[in-house]
């Protein structure tokens, strides 16, 4: 089992815009194809301008097959041309984690 942990920041002031258009044209075609987060919340403290989303995959093949499904889906296309027009998106941080010896991880 991997997770896949990933932040992203906004522009300062932009946050909740941004995820008003996910909520609106993305959540549901991504959950459709990657099933359901893990985790998805937006930062408390530190940088609040970021939110964090973690997905869980049965290995990276798994992950690589659903996140080119994703891809190729036309609504999620349209989701991306959104978000880039409204640009309130400037960094984005991926990371692959992988439970610990002693971990036994339950799936949502």
């Given at each position: 089992m991997i997770y896949d942990h990933r932040t992203y920041s906004c522009r300062p002031g932009t946050i909740?815009?941004?995820l008003a258009?996910?909520?609106e044209h993305g959540f549901q075609v991504q959950r459709r194809h990657l099933g359901e987060p893990i985790v998805y919340?937006?930062?408390e403290t530190g940088d609040v301008n970021s939110y964090v989303h973690i997905w869980c995959y049965d290995d990276a093949a798994d992950r690589a097959?659903?996140?080119a499904a994703l891809a190729a889906d036309p609504e999620w296309q349209a989701y991306l041309k959104k978000s880039a027009e409204a640009g309130y998106l400037v960094s984005q941080v991926n990371q692959?984690?992988?439970p610990v010896p002693f971990f036994t991880p339950k799936r949502g």
């Amino acid at each position: 089992m991997i997770y896949d942990h990933r932040t992203y920041s906004c522009r300062p002031g932009t946050i909740r815009k941004h995820l008003a258009l996910y909520g609106e044209h993305g959540f549901q075609v991504q959950r459709r194809h990657l099933g359901e987060p893990i985790v998805y919340g937006a930062v408390e403290t530190g940088d609040v301008n970021s939110y964090v989303h973690i997905w869980c995959y049965d290995d990276a093949a798994d992950r690589a097959a659903r996140r080119a499904a994703l891809a190729a889906d036309p609504e999620w296309q349209a989701y991306l041309k959104k978000s880039a027009e409204a640009g309130y998106l400037v960094s984005q941080v991926n990371q692959i984690l992988t439970p610990v010896p002693f971990f036994t991880p339950k799936r949502g």
